[in-house]
Every structure is written in structure tokens, then in C-alpha cells.
């Protein structure tokens, strides 16, 4: 049986009638920049997450940049980041001039442990930046406790949690602001890139919204340098559509991420942990074992693909090979990487296809 990592041309096919009707609504609009279909979608995605505000920008790391520069981070300011997360929450620190602070992760979760961050704040600390890491919400709860006790606000990496839960309430509305990505490999993703920043603060809003337009408000009126990230109203229409049904692909990954909870019951394997108060979207599901080369070589040869998110920690990456960043103080990060195996998860993987794959890592020994 061949399962693959994930099909995103499957997520496509089930929707191409009203996904072409939603281009061709576009294409015969004549507006391709901004315009009523992107703000249709920023209604609706606001909405849905529970936020006042929604501002569509180009992608996940625009997001992020945009966000830290409408909480004016800047040049010199330090932001507290997890040691173990996707490159692209470091770099959009880095673009703004700011230094990305690591903070390691509880080894359960894999998210930046909240008993860590206090003593990583300094007198220079602007935000903290919390990733909700394969969907899994970060806990939220004591680092907005923190952020208030510090006068420092807090900005989520959600690019991997569309639809996730923290308190009952979806992941959108918790921080100062949340930045979101639409690959097309995420829960909620486009047919391209694409992103989005959401807030409940009015004023946050407002500098997001003039940034990723030029830094203007009137046409050939520039208040701020800003930049070009606008969410392509073709993806914005396409994202309406994906987003009524999101909810219900999020189940299917629940239903599968229950079926390997349940049945994968091997003692090499460590199975996902998820934090109190939280709900995962299942973005991915991320199992670990000291033994990672040969459980991946067992289930490729039983046709099942893996991937690793993420094999290279951001501060061992030639990117910041001359920040000075000493890899000794992240072991937990270090070891995470690797060890830890994303297995097939998404919605369009069949029961078979997950049965096949949770009896493969229970035929799998390391010895
Ligand atoms: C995908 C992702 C991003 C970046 O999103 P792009 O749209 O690819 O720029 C940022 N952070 C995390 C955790 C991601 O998974």
C-alpha cells in the first residue's frame, strides 16, 4: 500500500466546482489587488478565529514580519522565540532588525516551555513569540501572565494551527496579534502562498494593514516604509471556500490522530503530548524514537513517506552561524531534532491508509 505524506492535489479535486466558480468569479472581476474578495475573506477568517481584525498578507513569514513591526520591534529589541520551531519565526525576528532570544521546549509537547521564559527577559525584551508547533497550542495562559507582568507583548506563530483550540476559544483571538500562513501544505492552505495577520487591537490592526501596502493609507501618500504583502484576492477567494470546510477536515485529522493515539503501541515510540486546556488541530503528527534512520527506512520500504520537522534547529543553521548561539545550552531542541518523525496525517488519508501505517511501527523494532 502506498501512503503518502500528505495529497494536496486531493484537496483541490474535492473542491474544484466551487473553487474554479470562485477563480472564475475573480478573473471576471477585473479587481486582482486588494478589493472586495479579500476583504470578504478577512471578514469571514476573523470570524471564524474569533479575532476583530484580519489583514491578508502574502504568506507565513510576512505574517510574522508585519506583526512584530505593527508591535514597532525593531532594531536592537530582543524577542523570546522557542529553540526548536520552522526557521521562518527566527527570520522574521531577524528582518525587523530584532534578536531572536531561544527558549527551549518541554520535551512532551515540543512547545517553548512557559517556566523558562521569565529568566530569558531582559531589559531589552519586546515580545515573546510562541509557535503552536504541528497545531499543538503553545500554553498560552502563563505566557500572556508573563507578557503582562513584563510590560512585553506576545505575538503566536499559528502557521500550523488553523482551528486549534487554547481555553475552550480558537487559536486567533489570544495574543496581541497571531500571524498565519496559507501554504498549501497547512491546515487551512491556498493554491500558492499566502498568509494573514489577526488581532483584537484596533491600532495593531490598523499599522499591519497600512505595512503591507506600501506604508500608505492614500495612494502616493507614504506614512511608513512599508512593504508589498498582499494576499492575492485569487487565493483569498479560493480560501473562502477551503475555510467552510475546514472545521470539518480538522475532525478527520482528529479522527485519524485518535486512531494512532490508540493503536501505535510500540515501546521505542513516543507518541504526541498534548498540554493541558489545549485542542490540537493535527497539523502533523510528530512521533519520536532514538532510533529514527531505521523506523523511517522500515516504513518507506513498506511504501508509507515521513518527513522530519525539522532536522536542523534554527541556531545550528549556517544562517545564524555567526550569531555566537552556543547549541550546548539546547539539548532539549538538539535532541528533538533528531529524533522526531512526522508520520501521514491529513484529510484525505483513507482509515486503511493509517491502519497500515500504526501496524507498520508496531512491526518496527530497533534491534
Ligand atoms: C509554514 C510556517 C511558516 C511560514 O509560512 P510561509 O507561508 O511558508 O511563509 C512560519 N512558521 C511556521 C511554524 C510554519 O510552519
New binding site residues.
Partial sequence: MKVPFLDVGATYKELSKDVDEAIARVLHSGWYVLGPELESFERDFAAFVGANHCIGVA????A?EIGLRALEVGPGDEVIVPSN??I??WLAVSAVGAIPVPVEPRRDTHNIDPSLIERAITKRTKAILP?H?YGQPAELKPILEIAARHGVRVIE?A??AHGSEYDGRLIGGHGDVVAW???PG?NLGGLG???AVTSNDPDIADRAKVIRNYGSRIKYVNDVRGMNSRLDPIQAAILRVKLSHLEEWNERRTKIADYYASSIDNPYVVKPALAPRTRSAWHLYVISTANRSSLEAHLSQRGISTLIHYPIPPFLQQAYGNCGYDPTKYPIAVKLAKEVLSIPIGPHLTMEQAAWTANSINSWSPI
Fill in positions: 504568506n507565513g513569514l510576512d510574522l520551531t520552522y521562518a519565526t509557535v508547533l506563530d502557521a500550523q500562513s496559507f501554504y497547512k502562498d499566502g498568509g
